[in-house]
């Protein structure tokens, strides 16, 4: 009776088809369906893969150049595995809810099958990033990297991501500290073993140590251009990185496991005595009730207060879910890692239920970010990622503060902001202005700055902006792309050209002014609560004008001060460049701030 | 319409069924006999034990004592065939946020084994009748509280099951046409065999749509009435429903 997906798409699109029918066509509603559809995935899947082909088709392209192409690929490499976490979000974002599901009359197996696809979909994927980003480092990079060195660190990968997500389970909850010193003896063997140049281990690390150091300011102003201690050091530090991707993807997995595999009752069943039903615990139920029994959701439309209680009714609807499904599942066949689970969740079901609390999930969220954030901070001090880890901090915080937003959505908005605004200043205006206000000091030479050193310089920056633009118009889908798109224009134009970029700047001072007020906007738009959660959000635009007032500082400074000593400049010239950075930062972060308040109180207007 | 017929009604049977949360007992020695065919209400004061007893009989918790049999056969949650018999429909009922109705539709017509039994104009009759058609396509989590509960009583409609099994349908937020609605098909249930239990805090209503009355108080049946003592009853002053319910309060 069953097939293998409950989520029978024939049947849908016949039922849909029948209401469809019955009622008069509207070109709005068709268009809405169609957007709707969109969401689900199967657009997003459609255009990662063929922006996975041009990525890799560009890639080639300029592979044949020689000169941009490592960067631009790694690059790419790291963007696509980006990319394909937001995928696995939203991929599991549209996997059937199991509190529905266990309403069902379906066989616990069918469930826990369903539970495991998650966790192995997100494996196999994140394997599958791991292998095209060795891919795309290798290509870039010419290192004879032995092709069966790819799949077996994309298994590797993926058995690193699925230890993780099952080590979640198994504690049944946040990974303790003692996980830190762990990680970071791991990394300090990895930095060792790197900087002695371990003979089997280079070839895979080299391409990495490569790959990262194009994230770095240090790697975009070619100031490290052979492997050196520095590179060890980064390495250690990119890793880091990584680590916070992955954990970022964990964090975002959590949610699902926790809805997921801690909730499922035949976890429960199955720990319990097999081939008997379950003895219900008085005490969790008792619990259970009071916690399904509280919350409710409000009608109408969404308020700061149907957003807690959304995620309080979660919770009520696992603990319904929990009672629904049915009892006396066989253990046979789960194998150890099921029955390790089932027994863990068993025996932990009063603190389950204590974990359940939004509040608790928030507090252990939260610690857990804020300490591989502090981790990846530790690492940005051997000196790159400083402004990732900034983002993901910021990111955190405000995923924290905007409840309902993912980390990684605030991740990608925070960046697309700092792309669209702050990227094309460094990529053209701040060099210029740079050069201008060196010049008198130098003599009118140009401060020692040739501007075709500067141009040069900035060509990278330009298409890596292009690259930037396509992620973000990927991950967003929104009309931000528009400004996206004419600061690349602009950036590339005056990249080539100072006259086509005089003419461009005009469009993009105002793309770029109207900027600051759209990507906010529609950050606000795909939070899940509303505006009206917004409302009760105060000041969380200011946040984000803060941490882009310190993310920019920090940047501007070192990429200054970068400037100053590349161009091996006196110190009068460093310091006009730090006081001028320190000025025009001072200046573009009050407006920014400035227009994201406007912004905030426009949207509070419109309430 | 589709509702359910035939003679092979689910035959349900409570017995001494007690239900404990920690040290309280909630449902204390309840015994009860579902007849196909009928509407039944429960009432009761809050605390009463009328949830349980619907998430008992529904097999959502297991009873500390006693037994619920269906057709002779003990009440188990493993129990696939019997559970497609019968719907079970909180108060806030569970949906996925994300999901359209129409996806939630055929995902519970799929569950139940009923997708092949189910013909567009049938989707679409419950749907109008519950005015829902404009809103099949728009996600659950886009809807009000009432066409919520709409969409999952729609759901059930499709399904069909010989046991319905709703909790406070009438507090749902559903408008009185979705009541009326709720009200016509459950009667329509009823008389094609079908047994309809609800639970429900408005006296007023529990007095018209039952064909059984029970009242719950301090997690035992203390009393039940039917149609025709429930007519014969005053309905106001001493007497009447109301004032027997009082009663049931002091004890």
């Given at each position: 009776?069953?097939?293998?997906?409950?989520?029978?798409?024939?049947?849908?699109?016949?039922?849909?088809?029948?209401?469809?029918?019955?009622?008069?066509?509207?070109?709005?509603?068709?268009?809405?369906?169609?957007?709707?559809?969109?969401?689900?995935?199967?657009?997003?899947?459609?255009?990662?893969?063929?922006?996975?082909?041009?990525?890799?088709?560009?890639?080639?392209?300029?592979?044949?150049?020689?000169?941009?192409?490592?960067?631009?690929?790694?690059?790419?490499?790291?963007?696509?595995?980006?990319?394909?976490?937001?995928?696995?979000?939203?991929?599991?974002?549209?996997?059937?809810?199991?509190?529905?599901?266990?309403?069902?009359?379906?066989?616990?197996?069918?469930?826990v099958?369903?539970q495991m696809?998650?966790v192995?979909?997100?494996?196999?994927?994140?394997?599958?990033?791991?292998?095209?980003?060795?891919?795309?480092?290798?290509?870039?990079?010419?290192?004879?990297?032995?092709?069966?060195?790819?799949?077996?660190?994309?298994?590797?990968?993926?058995?690193?991501?699925?230890a993780l997500a099952l080590a979640v389970v198994l504690l049944g909850r946040t990974p303790p500290?003692?996980?830190?010193?762990?990680?970071?003896?791991?990394?300090?063997?990895?930095?060792?073993?790197?900087?002695?140049?371990?003979?089997?281990?280079?070839?895979?690390?080299?391409?990495?140590?490569?790959?990262?150091?194009?994230?770095?300011?240090?790697?975009?102003?070619?100031?490290?251009?052979?492997?050196?201690?520095?590179?060890?050091?980064?390495?250690?530090?990119?890793?880091?990185?990584?680590?916070?991707?992955?954990?970022?993807?964990?964090?975002?997995?959590r949610?699902?496991l926790r809805?997921t595999w801690r909730l499922d009752p035949s976890w429960r069943e199955v720990a319990g005595r097999?081939?008997?039903?379950f003895?219900?615990d008085?005490?969790v139920?008792?619990?259970?009730?009071?916690?399904?029994?509280?919350?409710?959701?409000?009608?109408?439309?969404?308020?700061?207060?149907?957003?807690?209680?959304?995620?309080?009714?979660?919770?009520?609807?696992?603990?319904?879910?929990a009672?629904?499904?049915?009892?006396?599942l066989?253990l046979?066949?789960l194998g150890w890692v099921g029955r390790r689970v089932a027994s863990r969740l068993a025996t932990k079901e009063r603190f389950l239920a204590d974990r359940l609390?939004?509040?608790?999930?928030?507090?252990a969220?939260?610690?857990?970010?804020?300490?591989?954030?502090?981790?990846?901070?530790?690492?940005?001090?051997?000196?790159?990622?400083?402004?990732?880890?900034?983002?993901?901090?910021?990111?955190?915080?405000?995923?924290?503060?905007?409840?309902?937003?993912?980390?990684?959505?605030?991740?990608?908005?925070?960046?697309?902001?700092?792309?669209?605004?702050?990227?094309?200043?460094?990529?053209?205006?701040?060099?210029?202005?740079?050069?201008?206000?060196?010049?008198?000091?130098?003599?009118?030479?140009?401060?020692?700055?040739?501007?075709?050193?500067?141009?040069?310089?900035?060509?990278?920056?330009?298409?890596?902006?292009?690259?930037?633009?396509?992620?973000?118009?990927?991950?967003?889908?929104?009309?931000?792309?528009?400004?996206?798109?004419?600061?690349?224009?602009?950036?590339?134009?005056?990249?080539?050209?100072?006259?086509?970029?005089?003419?461009?700047?005009?469009?993009?001072?105002?793309?770029?002014?109207?900027?600051?007020?759209?990507?906010?906007?529609?950050?606000?738009?795909?939070?899940?609560?509303?505006?009206?959660?917004?409302?009760?959000?105060?000041?969380?635009?200011?946040?984000?004008?803060?941490?882009?007032?310190?993310?920019?500082?920090?940047?501007?400074?070192?990429?200054?001060?970068?400037?100053?000593?590349?161009?091996?400049?006196?110190?009068?010239?460093?310091?006009?460049?730090?006081?001028?950075?320190?000025?025009?930062?001072?200046?573009?972060?009050?407006?920014?701030?400035?227009?994201?308040?406007?912004?905030?109180?426009?949207?509070?207007?419109?309430? | 319409?589709?509702?359910?017929?035939?003679?092979?009604?689910?035959?349900?049977?409570?017995?001494?069924?007690?239900?404990?949360?920690?040290?309280?007992?909630?449902?204390?020695?309840?015994?009860?006999?579902?007849?196909?065919?009928?509407?039944?209400?429960?009432?009761?004061?809050?605390?009463?034990?009328?949830?349980?007893?619907?998430?008992?009989?529904?097999?959502?918790?297991?009873?500390?004592?006693?037994?619920?049999?269906?057709?002779?056969?003990?009440?188990?949650?493993?129990?696939?065939?019997?559970?497609?018999?019968?719907?079970?429909?909180?108060?806030?009922?569970?949906?996925?946020?994300?999901?359209?109705?129409?996806?939630?539709?055929?995902?519970?017509?799929?569950?139940?084994?009923?997708?092949?039994?189910?013909?567009?104009?049938?989707?679409?009759?419950?749907?109008?009748?519950?005015?829902?058609?404009?809103?099949?396509?728009?996600?659950?989590?886009?809807?009000?509280?009432?066409?919520?509960?709409?969409?999952?009583?729609?759901?059930?409609?499709?399904?069909?099951?010989?046991?319905?099994?709703?909790?406070?349908?009438?507090?749902?937020?559903?408008?009185?046409?979705?009541?009326?609605?709720?009200?016509?098909?459950?009667?329509?249930?009823?008389?094609?065999?079908?047994?309809?239990?609800?639970?429900?805090?408005?006296?007023?209503?529990?007095?018209?749509?039952?064909?059984?009355?029970?009242?719950?108080?301090?997690?035992?049946?203390?009393?039940?009435?039917?149609?025709?003592?429930?007519?014969?009853?005053?309905?106001?002053?001493?007497?009447?429903?109301?004032?027997?319910?009082?009663?049931?309060?002091?004890?």
């Amino acid at each position: 009776m069953m097939s293998n997906h409950l989520e029978d798409r024939r049947l849908v699109r016949r039922l849909r088809r029948a209401c469809s029918r019955a009622l008069p066509f509207r070109w709005r509603d068709w268009w809405r369906q169609r957007s709707r559809r969109s969401d689900n995935g199967a657009v997003v899947r459609v255009v990662m893969r063929a922006a996975l082909s041009v990525a890799i088709a560009f890639g080639g392209m300029l592979a044949a150049v020689q000169v941009l192409a490592p960067q631009l690929l790694t690059l790419a490499g790291l963007m696509m595995m980006h990319l394909r976490i937001e995928l696995i979000r939203h991929r599991l974002g549209s996997d059937p809810a199991l509190a529905v599901l266990a309403q069902l009359p379906v066989p616990s197996r069918r469930i826990v099958d369903l539970q495991m696809r998650p966790v192995w979909r997100a494996s196999l994927w994140l394997g599958l990033d791991a292998a095209g980003f060795w891919m795309v480092a290798w290509l870039s990079q010419g290192v004879a990297v032995e092709w069966w060195l790819l799949p077996v660190i994309g298994a590797a990968h993926a058995a690193v991501t699925l230890a993780l997500a099952l080590a979640v389970v198994l504690l049944g909850r946040t990974p303790p500290l003692w996980w830190v010193p762990i990680i970071a003896i791991a990394l300090a063997w990895c930095l060792v073993k790197a900087d002695t140049g371990m003979a089997w281990a280079w070839p895979a690390i080299q391409p990495v140590l490569q790959a990262l150091r194009v994230g770095t300011p240090w790697g975009w102003l070619g100031l490290a251009a052979e492997l050196g201690p520095r590179d060890a050091l980064a390495a250690g530090a990119g890793l880091g990185s990584c680590l916070v991707l992955a954990v970022a993807s964990i964090i975002v997995l959590r949610d699902r496991l926790r809805s997921t595999w801690r909730l499922d009752p035949s976890w429960r069943e199955v720990a319990g005595r097999p081939g008997h039903h379950f003895s219900w615990d008085d005490d969790v139920i008792a619990d259970a009730d009071e916690d399904s029994d509280g919350p409710k959701l409000a009608g109408g439309g969404p308020t700061r207060a149907d957003t807690q209680g959304q995620t309080e009714s979660r919770v009520a609807l696992a603990w319904q879910a929990a009672r629904t499904a049915p009892s006396g599942l066989s253990l046979d066949g789960l194998g150890w890692v099921g029955r390790r689970v089932a027994s863990r969740l068993a025996t932990k079901e009063r603190f389950l239920a204590d974990r359940l609390s939004p509040v608790r999930v928030d507090e252990a969220v939260w610690r857990w970010a804020l300490l591989m954030a502090g981790l990846s901070a530790a690492s940005a001090l051997a000196g790159i990622a400083g402004y990732w880890s900034l983002f993901l901090l910021a990111a955190i915080l405000l995923a924290r503060r905007q409840r309902g937003l993912s980390v990684l959505s605030a991740l990608i908005g925070i960046i697309a902001i700092r792309w669209t605004v702050w990227e094309p200043i460094v990529s053209a205006v701040l060099p210029v202005i740079a050069i201008l206000m060196v010049t008198p000091i130098a003599g009118g030479t140009w401060g020692g700055l040739p501007m075709g050193w500067t141009l040069l310089g900035n060509m990278p920056r330009c298409w890596l902006t292009l690259v930037r633009i396509m992620v973000t118009v990927i991950g967003f889908r929104f009309v931000a792309s528009i400004p996206i798109v004419a600061t690349a224009i602009f950036a590339m134009c005056i990249s080539v050209s100072p006259t086509a970029g005089g003419l461009a700047a005009i469009g993009w001072l105002i793309c770029i002014l109207s900027a600051p007020w759209i990507i906010p906007l529609q950050l606000i738009r795909r939070t899940p609560g509303g505006l009206a959660d917004v409302g009760h959000g105060r000041g969380w635009l200011t946040f984000l004008g803060v941490t882009l007032l310190i993310v920019q500082f920090l940047l501007m400074v070192f990429l200054l001060v970068a400037v100053a000593v590349g161009a091996d400049s006196g110190w009068i010239t460093f310091l006009a460049m730090v006081g001028g950075a320190i000025v025009a930062s001072g200046v573009v972060t009050v407006l920014q701030v400035a227009l994201l308040r406007l912004a905030y109180r426009r949207y509070v207007d419109l309430q | 319409m589709q509702v359910f017929s035939g003679p092979s009604c689910m035959d349900t049977r409570v017995r001494s069924l007690a239900k404990c949360f920690t040290t309280e007992e909630v449902l204390t020695d309840l015994d009860l006999d579902l007849v196909s065919g009928q509407v039944v209400a429960v009432i009761g004061l809050n605390g009463a034990g009328k949830t349980t007893l619907l998430r008992c009989l529904a097999g959502v918790i297991t009873p500390t004592r006693g037994t619920i049999t269906w057709d002779g056969e003990p009440g188990l949650r493993d129990d696939p065939v019997r559970h497609a018999k019968m719907v079970f429909l909180p108060d806030d009922p569970l949906l996925m946020a994300e999901q359209s109705v129409v996806e939630h539709m055929a995902l519970h017509l799929r569950g139940y084994g009923r997708d092949g039994a189910i013909d567009d104009a049938t989707v679409v009759r419950v749907l109008r009748e519950l005015d829902l058609l404009d809103r099949a396509g728009k996600p659950v989590a886009m809807l009000s509280r009432g066409q919520r509960y709409k969409a999952a009583l729609a759901a059930l409609l499709l399904i069909a099951p010989e046991l319905w099994l709703l909790d406070e349908p009438f507090a749902s937020g559903m408008d009185p046409q979705g009541m009326l609605t709720l009200r016509r098909r459950a009667r329509a249930a009823a008389d094609a065999g079908a047994c309809i239990v609800y639970t429900t805090q408005i006296l007023e209503i529990a007095e018209r749509f039952c064909d059984r009355l029970l009242v719950l108080g301090r997690g035992r049946l203390q009393v039940q009435f039917t149609r025709v003592e429930l007519e014969a009853m005053p309905s106001d002053g001493p007497g009447s429903i109301a004032d027997r319910l009082d009663e049931f309060r002091d004890r």
